[in-house]
Structures are given as structure tokens and as C-alpha cells.
């Protein structure tokens, strides 16, 4: 299973950006998707999580901090998943990682200890 993030960067604070993570060997209706989030000097935390298949999202979480400024989509079809993130603050800041969580549980989980698989993760900075 490979997942390949991009969209990452510079971004001013209010600003937005989009992140996609591509999936190969793995069926993203098979599991449920996650966007976790390592600031600096902090460890990972779930930021978003959702699950579904072909043409539509079934459920979504999102990490209170981000509720109302980050919104998800996918391309199942495609192997796509997308972050879009809005309204960027400084407490954004940090590597935003796509994970899997292959339990099969029709519901997803923010904890990120229960992905199995990751991506290398992509930078996001937000200058104030």
C-alpha cells in the first residue's frame, strides 16, 4: 500500500489550502481515511477521518479545532482523498499525514494509533 500526499505549503494566516493523498494497492472503500496532524515539538493527532464508497462520504470527524474550517472529499473511483483546509491559523502548522484504518468498523476514528498505513506526510506552514 502506498499514499502519496501533496498540496502542502506557505499559506498566510485566512488562507486556504487543499491536500490530496493518493492511494495505490489499496481500495479506499476498503477502510477508512484519516488526516493526522504533527505540529512541531508535539506528537500526531487526528484531525479528520471519513469513510464511504462510489459516488459518496457515509460518515466524517473532525478534531474540534478544526470543525467548520475543514472539509473533506474523495474521489473513490480515483483513489483520492482530499483535505481542504480553510481559514488557516498559526496552530495549523505542521506535517499533515494521509492514514488508513483498514478495521472495517463503518465508522472512523480520530486516534491515529489505529492506521495501519501512512503516507510521508506533507508540509503545511501558516504565516501570521
Known amino acids: 500500500v502506498q499514499l502519496v500526499e501533496s498540496g502542502g505549503g506557505l499559506v498566510q494566516a485566512g488562507g486556504s489550502l487543499t491536500l490530496t493523498c493518493a492511494a495505490s494497492?489499496?481500495?479506499?472503500?476498503?477502510?477508512?481515511i484519516g488526516w493526522v496532524r504533527q505540529a512541531p515539538g508535539k506528537e500526531r493527532e487526528g484531525v479528520s477521518c471519513m469513510g464511504g464508497a462510489e459516488p459518496r462520504i457515509f460518515y466524517t470527524k473532525f478534531e474540534d479545532t478544526v470543525k467548520g474550517r475543514f472539509s473533506v472529499s474523495a474521489d473513490f473511483a480515483q483513489g483520492t482523498a482530499s483535505l481542504h483546509l480553510n481559514d488557516l491559523n498559526s496552530a495549523d502548522t505542521g506535517v499533515y499525514y494521509c492514514?488508513?484504518?483498514?478495521?472495517?468498523?463503518?465508522?472512523?476514528?480520530?486516534?491515529?494509533?489505529?492506521?495501519?498505513?501512512w503516507g510521508q506526510g506533507t508540509q503545511v506552514t501558516v504565516s501570521s
Open positions: 494497492e489499496f481500495d479506499l472503500e476498503d477502510g477508512a
Open positions: 492514514a488508513i484504518d483498514d478495521r472495517r468498523i463503518g465508522n472512523c476514528d480520530l486516534d491515529p494509533t489505529f492506521s495501519d498505513y
